[in-house]
């Protein structure tokens, strides 16, 4: 199992980046897919995840309405659309997935048993 995260850069605030995590070595579509952020000093963030059974999708609070999951079975890759952008969503973002979270867990880091490298997102004030 392996996670490819891409697609982070440097962008001013209100602007837009997304993301993409390629999934080789499993279906990634047979997995729950979540993004994960870490800024210094910080604690990692979940951000967002989709469910590998009927594609539900969660958010993290301070990321609802500016951010979007999505995925696309057939090249074996989740999407993090990422608008509006704000220096606070500065951090290193990363993919992770796992077969089987319940529903309450799909923001826990903890929860998850493959992650990726990260991808840097730098906002500029």
């Known amino acids: 199992v392996q996670l490819q995260a891409s697609g982070g850069g440097l962008v001013q605030t209100g602007g837009s980046l997304r993301l993409s995590c390629a999934a080789s070595?499993?279906?990634?579509?047979?997995?729950?897919i979540g993004w994960f952020r870490q800024a210094p000093g910080k604690e990692r963030e979940g951000v967002s995840s989709?469910?590998?059974?009927?594609?539900?999708?969660v958010y993290g609070d301070s990321v609802k309405g500016r951010f979007t999951i999505s995925r696309d079975n057939a090249k074996d890759t989740v999407y993090l659309q990422m608008n509006s952008l704000k220096p606070e969503d500065t951090a290193v973002y990363y993919c992770?997935?796992?077969?089987?979270?319940?529903?309450?867990?799909?923001?826990?880091?903890?929860?998850?048993?493959?992650w990726g490298q990260g991808t840097q997102v730098t906002v500029s004030s």
């Open positions: 992770a997935a796992s077969r089987t979270i319940i529903q309450s867990s799909l923001l826990r880091y903890q929860s998850y048993a493959y």
């Open positions: 070595g499993f279906r990634s579509r047979d997995y729950t």
């Open positions: 989709i469910r590998s059974i009927g594609g539900h999708t």
